[in-house]
Every structure is written in structure tokens, then in C-alpha cells.
């Protein structure tokens, strides 16, 4: 009880003794203004600073971020403030005004191109990456092909059984991101709802849900009767990739950094940033930049598909 | 004299300082509580409003990308409740033994080595926690189980079980040592021996720290969100039956720590998170005063 009061006392006492510092702090900076208490004027930036805002997909937001790092090493003078929110919401700024580059992991609709016309916006479209999904097993899985037909019931709990696509007998264990990953949007347009096409699909609720690519990969890779879907940019030899038949048949395509650039992989896509009009001045600088050499080597680096080779 | 009154007024006014910023620092826990209250209530609303309550806290679906979006969070709240109460069926007899142990029957030395040893455990970050779970004990426990996947309540039950018990042994032990010399002894010279001492004397006696600790216990485990995030699956299923332990759940906490940091700000998703915090507050108030309320009666029936 006594060491309580005593540690009550001792904790007042700190808090009284700091308040009285800083209101003496203070008032003596007040008294004396010339002493260095008080910080010089910040420096004013060069008049010739340009900022660039980007808004929009967490997908494409690593990209975005390392190159407004590696940009700004270049260019000190440039200010790029980059965020993330979603493709609508980068959309949506660019439209407002209140961002000149609009990242998207998806086309712009057609809808937002006429809400783009009525407010005097024409979104110029810039693919900077491509970015394949991998569907991925356990390494001692059968199996080694599906359709993208089969995948949609899979991962709808549709077909609960490995033996419904010619793998043995297991109950499926399906593997997926949680509904903050822009991957789980694009696995869910691509492969759950057919490519759009049945908007009613949607993941089953027994589908585990994991923070991130890498944990999706390691629980695939210790889980023998797991489907998961991961980045190109993460696989390895854990894991099986599987080869995917795209909607209505064909032959199955393994995913490679080829296949998704020339658009055979089905679960591919690509990485856009929109400008209101053909961007001038730094804006296009950066954007140049980008898709140059320097911008696409960081696109690779974040497992990425760059542009061309 | 005058000195002498001065001096004696100065310590009056020095006491009433202390008496009155000690005040406001009690009254300012309450203010916090009702502000973070408040604050979850006013972003929970507009959810609460669009959507009955009867399909937000009964519904079976928690999907908030779908068209359109459900936000039934009956699976989530099980979710928790299977988790911690696996924690607590693990951590509270392991728990308690352990504290009667290093209360009453070891040696000075050994308590002395094992009590650092079990508050060390409360030192350990969650995320070690998780990692040991979804790397070393998930995949071995599902290998010897025969589970189809090494990500499961029970899973997360164990390791809660784990982090909670340095809270429940160090305050029920602390509750044991704290029961009167006079108690044991009377007891041991009405012929009873050491252990019936221990569960019909001193364990009664200590009742009302014990049920604190247990309650304490409890709390760590529903709030706990890193560990259960990586080691339960995040399935949002209603687990059934005594099957569900072994099959992948999604809690509350982990459902908020994985969704909100990319929800779009003021969409339905983020207040139906909102509402789930909410909720996770109504539980823990409630399981804290239903304590209060038996820690308080026992307290009365013991003296």
C-alpha cells in the first residue's frame, strides 16, 4: 500500500515538474528572442517545384511508391505524393481534379469516362506493368491443369472434391487473400465470376483468407490438398503452378512472364495509370521515366510483368 | 508560530493539489472509455441504420465485397467465442495449478526461478507467437491430427492459452499468497492435510482474485488479434459442434486488423467494421462487469 502511494506521489510529481518546465521553456524563449530557442523559418522550396499527386489501386501502389523514391532521387526539386484507395477512388480523383496521375488495376468503365466528359476530363490511358496471376497447389498434387470454368466452382464450393477434377480424393482447401488485397479483386473478375459474366459468384465462405501473397505460399506449400492463387512475382519451387485453360477451352497455358505480356495466360492484367489528357511538362517526364528502362526494372523487382523486354 | 501555520497551510494546499490531480486523472479513464465509445458508436451508426440488427448480428454471411455486400457477423462473433473459450478450458487449470504451485508448494528457490520464468512468457510479442504457430506447431499438429489444414481454432485456442497464462498465474497467485497465514494453519491443525487445505481452505479464501485473474485471462485472449489472425484460417464459417475446434474460424479482431486498412473511408464496409468493434466492446464491457458483480458477492460471502 505504501510503495502505491509512494509510486502515485512519485508519478505526480514527474507530471508537475515537466509542466513547470515547459511553461519556464517557453516563457523564457518569449523573453529572449534572440537566443536559438526558436528554429529558423523553414527554407522555401525553389519556385520552379512541381508536385505530382497519385491516387488510386493498392495494387499498383508498390510500383508507384518505388518509383516516386528512386524519381525523386533524380529529380529533388519534383514533390510526388503518392496514395492508395482503390482504382474507382484513383479514378474518381482524377476526375475531381484533385490528383493528375489515376493508378488503376483495371480499365476505366465507360461509365466514368462519360462522368470524365461531363466534368471537361479526358483520361489518357498509360499501361505501366502486366501482372499474372498464379494458380498454385501443393507440390505433390496430381493435378496440373484446370479450366478457368473448373476454378470458378472450386473456388465457389461448387466442387468440393480433388476427384471432381481428377485428383485424388481430398476434401479442397481453398486458399485465398482477404477482400483488402487488390489480387482478390482481380482473381474474383477473372476466375470466380467468370470474367464478369455470373456477378452473383462469389468466393465460398470456407475459403481461408490470408494477409499476403508470401502467406499464401507457405500455407499452399504445407497444405496437400490447398488451392491458392498468388502474384507471378512470388512463385516458387514450394508450390506447383498449374496450367490454366482459358473460358470456353483452348489449350492450357502455363504461366509465364511471356504468356501474360502476350495475353494467352488468362488470369492476367494490366496495370494502368490515367492522366487528364496527353501529360506535359513533369508529369510526362515521370511517366517517360517509368516505362523506361529505370521504371520497368523496378516493375520486374516488385514481381511484376514489365511492359515489353 | 507564524512560520510554523504557513508551513502547515503550504502542505494543506500541496495536499489538495495532489488530492485534485489525482482526481482528474481517475476521472479521465472514464472520459477515455466513453470517448472511444462514443467514437465507435458515431462511425458504427450509419450500418446500424441501413441494416436491421436482427441481420447483422444473426446473419450467417459475412461477405463485404459481394453484390451486394452481407454483413452478418453471427460467424465472426463464434468465431471468438470458440477461440476463447478453447484459451480459457487450456489456460485456466494449467493456470491456476501452476500459481498453487509456486504459491504453496514449492520451494523458495524454485519459486523464485519459476515466476520470472512464467512472467517472461507475457514479454513475448504475439507475432512470435503466430509465427511458432503457423510455421511449427499448425503444420505438425495437422500432420499428427490428420487435419486437411494446419490453420484451426484449436490452434488458436493454445497459443491464446499460452499468452494468457503469465496474467492468470501472476494474479492468482498473488490472490493465494495474500489468504492469512492464520487460515492455513487453523486448518492444518484441525487434522487437515496439505492439500485439502489448498482446495477447501485457501482456494475459497482466494476465490474473488482468482475469478479477477480468470477474467483478466479472458480479456488478453477475445482482444488478442495478431496471433489469431495468422494461425485461425480467417474462414468466416460457423464453426459447429466440437468438429468446429478443428476447422479454420475468423474472428472479430482479426476480421477488423485484415479489413480495414484498405476499406474505402465511409463506405458500408467501414462502418459494418466500426460496428464490429462496437460489438467487441459491448462483449468485453459485459464479461468485465458480470466479474465485477461475482468478484464483489464473493468477496462479501467470504468475510
Redesign the interface.
Known sequence: MDTRRLV??GF?AI??VSAVLVVGCARRAEMEPGTAVVPPAPVEPPASAETIRQIGS?TVLPIAEAWQKKFSETHPSVKIAVS???S??GIEALISGTCEVASSSREIKDKEREQAAAAGVSPVEHIIAHDGIAVVVHPSNPVSELSIEQLSDMFTGKIRNWKDVGGQS??I?IISR????GT??AF?ELVVTLNKTD??R??A???????SNQ?VL??VA?????IGYIGLGYLDETVKALRVIPMGGGTAVEVTADAVLDGTYPVSRALYMYTNGEPTGIVKEYLDWGKGPEGQAIVAGLGFVPISK | MRKHIAAKNRRHVWEWL?ER??QIAGLLAIVFVLLIFAFLLRDALPVLAQYPLSELLGGT???????PEKFGML?LMLGSLYVTAGALLLAVPLGLACAVFVAEVAPKRVREMLKPAVELLAAIPSVVFGFLG??LI??WL?DKLDL????FAALGSLILAFMALPTIVSVSEDAIRAVPVALRENSLALGATDWQTICRAVLPAARSGIIAAVMLGLGRAIGETMTV??VT?????IPRGLLGFLR?V?TMTATIA??M?????RTPHYHALFAVGLILLLITFLTNTIADVVVRRAGRVGS
Open positions: 502515485l506521489v505526480v507530471l508537475l493498392t492508395g484507395g482503390g474507382g477512388a481430398g476434401e482447401q482477404d477482400s483488402a488485397s482478390y479483386e474474383k456477378k452473383e462469389d468466393y465462405a470456407e475459403a481461408l483468407k490470408q494477409a502467406a507457405t500455407s504445407q497444405t496437400k490438398a490447398a | 495532489i490531480l489525482t454471411r459475412w461477405s463485404p465485397t459481394a453484390e460467424p503457423l510455421l499448425g503444420p495437422a486437411p489444414i494446419g490453420q489472425l495468422m484460417g480467417n474462414a468466416a464459417v479454420p475468423r485484415a479489413e486498412g484498405e476499406t474505402a473511408f
